[in-house]
T-cell receptor, first 113, second 117 residues
Framework: GDSVTQMEGPVTLSEEAFLTINCTYT??????LFWYVQYPGEGLQLLLK?????DKGSNKGFEATYRKETTSFHLEKGSVQVSDSAVYFC????????????FGTGTRLKVLA | GAGVSQSPRYKVAKRGQDVALRCDPI?????LFWYQQALGQGPEFLTY????????KSGLPSDRFFAERPEGSVSTLKIQRTQQEDSAVYLC???????????????FGDGTRLSIL
């Protein structure tokens, strides 16, 4: 069945460091891919999305490229800030039936000043 | 505009009690989803509504779980005879679109944290 695998956290970085959070997926068809972020005490917020191969989603300095050949959707940011500290979830939208989301387990990022 | 609203924000119940969790989706959103998020895990799908029709309930873990959306707007997730393993955050999400041709993202509420003692 469809699934999402994320790198385990926590990831601890210094401010202005480069961030990569790996995400790979298994899916039937060509799913849409998403990154959601969950700040402490808050709900899930959409960070970025990509709907087809080679699409690049971007928002708030974060980027992720839909790589069909490697079934990956890695999240990157060139210079992280303390305010980026949160849990990041990679998700895919299944391509049939209910079009529900399947989430990875989440990666906690902690950025130190 | 208003986002997805869930209530209560926190719920504590004794094992064996029934609980009801409410979700107010974004106005006009056709699709509504319920997810269960265990501690340290990603959300897992429970059930899906398109307007008032419950089209998929394959993720409901047992027949103690029941969801409804009678008028195609507000939804209620009910858990009967709660067990300790039901302790989790229950998330509601809505989206404007439906079906395979919609790329509208899901918008999530802040969730209800349920603790069963």
């Amino acid at each position: 069945g469809d699934s999402v695998t994320q790198m385990e956290g926590p990831v601890t970085l210094s401010e202005e460091a480069f961030l990569t959070i790996n995400c790979t997926y298994t899916a039937t068809g060509y799913p849409s891919l998403f990154w959601y972020v969950q700040y402490p005490g808050e709900g899930l917020q959409l960070l970025l999305k990509a709907t087809k191969a080679d699409d690049k989603g971007s928002n708030k300095g974060f980027e992720a490229t839909y790589r069909k050949e490697t079934t990956s959707f890695h999240l990157e940011k060139g210079s992280v800030q303390v305010s980026d500290s949160a849990v990041y979830f990679c998700a895919l939208r299944v391509t049939s039936g209910t079009y529900k989301y399947i989430f990875g387990t989440g990666t906690r990022l902690k950025v130190l000043a | 505009g208003a986002g997805v609203s869930q209530s209560p924000r926190y719920k504590v119940a004794k094992r064996g009690q029934d609980v009801a969790l409410r979700c107010d989706p974004i106005s006009g959103h056709v699709s509504l989803f319920w997810y269960q998020q265990a501690l340290g895990q990603g959300p897992e799908f429970l059930t899906y509504f398109q307007n008032e029709a419950q089209l998929d309930k394959s993720g409901l873990p047992s027949d103690r779980f029941f969801a409804e959306r009678p008028e195609g707007s507000v939804s209620t997730l009910k858990i009967q005879r709660t067990q300790q393993e039901d302790s989790a955050v229950y998330l509601c999400a809505s989206s404007e679109g439906q079906g395979p041709y919609s790329n509208q993202p899901q918008h999530f509420g802040d969730g209800t944290r349920l603790s069963i003692l």
